[in-house]
């Protein structure tokens, strides 16, 4: 079992910086891959980044692509969000979520879920 907590959000004007944490507790984190997803109102949740237990692989989905840097520090339990050159529509809810194995782009396949932190882009 392992349960996350997000934090990091806030609001910021367009072209400027947030890095989102997720904090996990338990003794295998480095057996779960991580997912940071995010949900505006009115949109469905969509993937943002993932990342495998040993960091080695990574995904990005098209939009925040050479914007956002996902990273994880096994020994504190946490993984990062890095987002610069935030744009107005990156405005949303971010979730992290944490799964077994490879990771996934299906939001379905996560048993574990953080809070959320709202990140808002003014412009």
């Known amino acids: 079992q392992v349960h996350l907590v997000e934090s990091g959000g806030g609001l910021v004007q367009a072209g400027g910086s947030l890095r989102l944490s997720c904090a996990a507790s338990?003794?295998?984190?480095?057996?779960?891959?991580i997912g940071w997803f995010r949900q505006a109102p009115g949109i469905e949740r969509e993937v943002v980044s993932l990342i495998t237990g040993s960091g080695s692989s990574i995904y990005y989905r098209d939009s925040v692509k050479g914007r956002f840097t996902i990273s994880r520090d096994n020994d504190k339990n946490t993984v990062y969000l890095q987002m610069n050159s935030l744009k107005p529509e990156d405005t949303a809810v971010y979730y992290c979520?944490?799964?077994?194995?490879?990771?996934?782009?299906?939001?379905?396949?996560?048993?574990?879920w953080g809070q959320g932190t709202q990140v808002t882009v003014s412009s």
């Open positions: 979520a944490a799964r077994l194995g490879f990771y996934s782009g299906v939001s379905h396949d996560y048993a574990h």
């Open positions: 338990g003794r295998t984190f480095s057996s779960y891959a």
